[in-house]
Structures are given as structure tokens and as C-alpha cells.
């Protein structure tokens, strides 16, 4: 929260959080694995599991379906808006919401 807070201050509109649960969030603002690349889609390719691996959480990414060599994975943020205008959302899927 403070450091949401703090961002907010700064007008920063570049930043990463992925709320695992009520405990657990995952930032990724200034450093991560390759996930932090993938793409917010309306239609996803792949979905985010939480799992506990020897008492820690853990986060795993699966395809939803078959995926080609090159197309680029996405899941659906299920993105919150927390301050700032609403994301406009450019998935270009059939069933694409217009906003994150």
C-alpha cells in the first residue's frame, strides 16, 4: 500500500502489481522473470495458478489452448484501477471490454 501510495504521488503511471491475495503482492515495477511481459487479452492463450510449493506461494502460468511458435501470451490482468484514469484495453479481441 505505501509504496502504491507513494507512486501515486509521483504521478507514475508505469508500474506492475499482481495482488495474489490480501497478503501476498507480487511487484514487479522495477525488476521480475519474463511474465512481466506477457500481455493483458479479453481472450486469453494462458492463465495465472496460485500454488503453495513447501509453504511459500507461487504463481504458474498455463496455456488455455494450443499456442503457435511466436504468438504472444496473455492472460486476462483482472486488472483493478486504484487511481488515474481507467486503461483502455487494445486486445483487439471479438469480446474486448475497451478498458482493463
Known amino acids: 500500500e505505501e509504496?502504491?501510495?507513494?507512486?501515486?504521488k509521483r504521478r507514475d503511471q508505469n508500474f506492475y502489481m499482481c495482488?495474489?491475495?490480501n497478503?501476498?503482492?507480487i511487484d514487479a515495477t522495477f525488476r521480475g522473470n519474463d511474465c512481466r511481459f506477457f500481455n493483458?487479452?479479453?481472450r486469453p492463450n494462458c492463465q495465472l495458478e496460485n500454488w503453495q510449493v513447501n509453504g511459500k506461494t507461487r504463481l504458474g502460468v498455463f496455456s488455455l489452448?494450443?499456442?503457435?511458435v511466436g504468438e504472444p501470451l496473455t492472460y486476462n490482468y483482472s486488472f483493478q484501477q486504484h487511481f488515474g484514469p481507467q486503461t483502455e484495453c487494445f486486445c483487439g479481441a471479438e469480446n474486448c471490454r475497451?478498458?482493463?
Open 65 to 68: 489452448q494450443g499456442i503457435q
Open 19 to 21: 495482488k495474489v491475495n
Open 98 to 100: 475497451g478498458k482493463l
Open 3 to 8: 509504496r502504491l501510495q507513494d507512486m501515486k
Open 23 to 25: 497478503n501476498f503482492i
Open 40 to 42: 493483458h487479452s479479453c
